[in-house]
């Protein structure tokens, strides 16, 4: 009997074994398919511009080196004969994605470039705001000076105000500095992240990638679905720009539903979220609960995923929401990371028949009251705006939100003008994107083709990030931003003079607009060429004007 009960251990040792073994090769195995594809994703979607190089501009220290682009111009032909034209700078948000000497390794992640400062200022140091208003300029700041051609000290001055901020959380260090203010260039944020129904962390990777080569200056992570933590920590560790995101999405994926959620779970969800690096949080913490009856009689009741789920835990608990109540423990905890806090607009309206309702201008106020209660702790603040709103009714809101909100940074997403274009709303938004960010929105979060109807894809990305470029570029020059219109008279002047490389290559997509020249008069010969398809070359006004 002893015998026989060695023996049948001895067996399921061994199967144990056999079956531990089997499980770590099924995970190498996995891994290695893993990395795989995020690398042949990341190859794929990253790689420099045409005629373009990356440089560097130098600042007061060797670790201090601001990335940008430079396009290389042909020259004018002229009777006396050609004549250079100088290449032109451009602020450029691709890290090592517009590189063409860039080793891109998924895995390991991109070179953490701010990591000797993060060691210098050592555990527990301030947030930026604080040192702002010690009047302590970082090289954060230095690097915002530089990258936007403004002064560090102006710089400093809008962070101690509370009109701009630079997200930037210490475990992050791989993100090149940025600063979201009314004074600096208009940004853009891209939406990224899985669902329930679909995509994976290589699908994430190349929405990121395809972002900030094509132009965003932040890019929030909504993933829904599985694998919430490692995507983040993928998208992170590869990110060149600040990271943000909705940390209620993941708490209420492990709780199951609104009603099991609390304020224990959302806390541990914020420190994991800020320990991995995340630079900035939407919180919907302006939906109180005497808000949620003010939207009943709104025609598309509360479109915000946060929002909705906040006001749902209000009505099952009958009570004031955990995040209101427990606000100022949020800041402590934003403080100790440097996270950025992104008041988010749980009660934006979803229809152009909502805009300005009283469920709206109610979270408002108390956003403005949560801005304080943020700056009080030293913790820098965003504040977040309408969704869909009509062309009469922009100009007032962002008004309505300077005022409210002390000139705290405002971040929009849209607004969408119009109700009527499914599958064209990266269209109706980027028309209120532009009229919003030239009455001094500081951040247009983008839409893509896909609002209102699926999860966007790498494409999808991509279009939307154009757009929204466009549309931010526009509130740059109707603002008079110095330097804004030198992008526009280059390529004005390529036009004009007929050089069609750089015509393509100043453009915000230079393959697409290369490709629709293409269509029609696809020889080389044609690049030489005094007309397009459309007026053809006895009708092109601007070769008239040039022989006149």
Request: hydrophobic share 40%; proline share 7%.
């Given at each position: 009997?002893?015998?026989?009960?060695?023996?049948?251990?001895?067996?399921?040792?061994?199967?144990?074994?056999?079956?531990?073994?089997?499980?770590?090769?099924?995970?190498?195995?996995?891994?290695?398919?893993?990395?795989?594809?995020?690398?042949?994703?990341?190859?794929?979607?990253?790689?420099?511009?045409?005629?373009?190089?990356?440089?560097?501009?130098e600042g007061s220290r060797p670790d201090l080196r601001v990335?940008?682009?430079?396009?290389?111009?042909?020259?004018?032909?002229?009777?006396?004969?050609?004549?250079?034209?100088?290449?032109?700078?451009?602020?450029?948000t691709g890290g090592p994605y517009t590189d063409a000497a860039a080793e891109l390794d998924p895995i390991r992640g991109i070179a953490p470039i701010r990591a000797p400062w993060i060691a210098e200022r050592g555990a527990n140091a301030p947030t930026q705001l604080s040192y702002a208003r010690a009047g302590i300029t970082t090289p954060e700041m230095e690097y915002v000076a530089l990258r936007e051609g403004l002064s560090s000290d102006f710089v400093r001055d809008e962070i101690a105000r509370g009109r701009a901020v630079i997200p930037?959380?210490?475990?992050?260090?791989?993100?090149?500095?940025?600063?979201?203010?009314?004074?600096?260039?208009?940004?853009?944020?891209?939406?990224?992240?899985?669902?329930?129904?679909?995509?994976?962390?290589?699908?994430?990777?190349e929405k990121l990638i395809h972002a900030v080569r094509w132009g965003a200056d932040t890019v929030m992570d909504l993933s829904t679905g599985e694998a919430i933590h490692a995507t983040r920590d993928c998208l992170l560790r590869n990110s060149p720009v600040p990271i943000g995101t909705v940390p209620l999405y993941q708490t209420l994926e492990e709780v199951g539903s609104p009603e099991a959620l609390s304020w224990e779970r959302f806390r541990d969800t914020l420190i994991e979220q800020a320990e991995q690096g995340v630079d900035y949080f939407t919180i919907h913490a302006g939906v109180r609960q005497q808000h949620v009856s003010l939207a009943r009689q709104r025609l598309t009741g509360i479109v915000s995923r946060g929002g909705s789920i906040m006001a749902r835990w209000c009505q099952a608990h009958g009570r004031e929401s955990f995040l209101y109540e427990h606000f100022d423990?949020?800041?402590?905890?934003?403080?100790?990371?440097?996270?950025?806090?992104?008041?988010?607009?749980?009660?934006?309206?979803?229809?152009?028949?909502?805009?300005?309702?009283?469920?709206?201008?109610?979270?408002?106020?108390?956003?403005?009251?949560?801005?304080?209660?943020?700056?009080?702790?030293?913790?820098?603040?965003?504040?977040?705006?309408?969704?869909?709103?009509?062309?009469?009714?922009?100009?007032?809101?962002?008004?309505?939100?300077?005022?409210?909100?002390?000139?705290?940074?405002?971040?929009?997403?849209?607004?969408?003008?119009?109700?009527?274009?499914?599958?064209?709303?990266?269209?109706?938004?980027?028309?209120?994107?532009?009229?919003?960010?030239?009455?001094?929105?500081?951040?247009?979060?983008?839409?893509?083709?896909?609002?209102?109807?699926?999860l966007p894809n790498a494409d999808d990305?991509?279009?939307?990030?154009?757009?929204?470029?466009?549309?931010?570029?526009?509130?740059?020059?109707?603002r008079g931003l110095p330097g804004a219109r030198a992008r526009d008279d280059a390529l004005s002047k390529a036009r004009y003079e007929?050089?069609?490389?750089?015509?393509?290559?100043?453009?915000?997509?230079?393959?697409?607009?290369?490709?629709?020249?293409?269509?029609?008069?696809?020889?080389?010969?044609?690049k030489e060429a005094a007309f397009c398809s459309m007026c053809g070359p006895r009708f092109c006004a601007m070769a008239i004007s040039r022989e006149l």
């Open positions: 009997m002893t015998e026989r009960t060695d023996h049948s251990t001895s067996n399921a040792a061994t199967a144990v074994a056999t079956t531990t073994q089997a499980a770590a090769a099924e995970a190498a195995t996995d891994d290695c398919l893993l990395a795989e594809a995020l690398r042949q994703r990341a190859a794929a979607a990253a790689g420099p511009f045409p005629a373009s190089r990356k440089i560097y501009i990335a940008a682009r430079e396009v290389e111009l042909t020259a004018t032909a002229t009777p006396q004969g050609p004549r250079p034209n100088s290449p032109l700078r451009l602020y450029d930037a959380n210490p475990h992050h260090p791989e993100a090149e500095p940025m600063a979201i203010g009314r004074h600096f260039k208009v940004k853009v944020n891209a939406n990224i992240g899985n669902s329930p129904l679909g995509s994976d962390i290589p699908d994430e990777l423990e949020i800041c402590e905890i934003l403080a100790r990371y440097d996270v950025t806090i992104s008041l988010g607009d749980g009660l934006r309206p979803g229809s152009v028949a909502d805009a300005s309702d009283a469920a709206q201008m109610a979270e408002l106020r108390t956003l403005g009251e949560l801005t304080q209660r943020a700056w009080d702790r030293d913790v820098q603040v965003i504040v977040e705006g309408p969704g869909h709103i009509p062309m009469d009714q922009i100009e007032a809101n962002m008004r309505a939100q300077r005022e409210a909100c002390f000139e705290a940074p405002f971040y929009t997403l849209g607004p969408i003008v119009t109700d009527i274009a499914p599958g064209y709303d990266h269209i109706t938004s980027a028309i209120g994107a532009a009229q919003i960010g030239w009455h001094g929105t500081a951040m247009l979060c983008y839409v893509t083709p896909k609002e209102h109807l699926g990305v991509r279009t939307g990030i154009v757009t929204y470029k466009a549309a931010a570029h526009a509130a740059d020059l109707a007929f050089r069609w490389e750089d015509q393509f290559n100043l453009s915000l997509d230079p393959e697409r607009a290369r490709a629709y020249h293409d269509e029609t008069l696809p020889k080389e010969t044609h």
